[in-house]
């Protein structure tokens, strides 16, 4: 082989192994940046189902279902004509007080 030739694959060897040594650092981040967009791609697809479930949540607690059932079971309150019952627990029932009718109730 002649020295020109020598030469000039020797340049052109010396020029592609420069090109690798500055290209493989951004090919690195190229490949750390498409993984970092695919588990931000999966956080994004979790975070819309916890938008939708919190936005269920939202309409259910709105409503005039849940208020009232809040109403109910939190503050013990009852729709008109109905009589609120609340149970005895056995050995902690208080006879009642002095001068109420037996059945206060009947008219």
């Known amino acids: 082989m ?8 020797f340049v052109a ?3 592609g192994l420069l090109l690798g040594i ?12 498409e993984k970092e967009i695919v588990r931000l791609e999966e956080t ?9 479930r919190l936005e269920q949540d939202l309409q259910y607690y709105s409503s005039d279902a849940y ?3 809040f109403a109910r ?8 004509g109905e009589l609120l019952v609340i149970p005895a627990l056995p050995g902690k029932v ?3 007080p002095e001068g109420l009718d037996e059945n206060p109730y009947e008219e």
């Open 94 to 96: 208080q006879p009642p």
């Open 13 to 15: 060897g010396l020029v």
């Open 22 to 33: 500055l290209f493989l650092p951004l090919q690195i981040k190229i490949w750390k940046l």
């Open 2 to 9: 002649e020295p020109r030739k020598k030469r000039l694959l």
């Open 73 to 80: 079971r939190e503050l013990g309150l009852v729709k008109p």
């Open 67 to 69: 208020v009232e059932e």
């Open 44 to 52: 994004k697809k979790m975070l819309q189902q916890e938008h939708s």
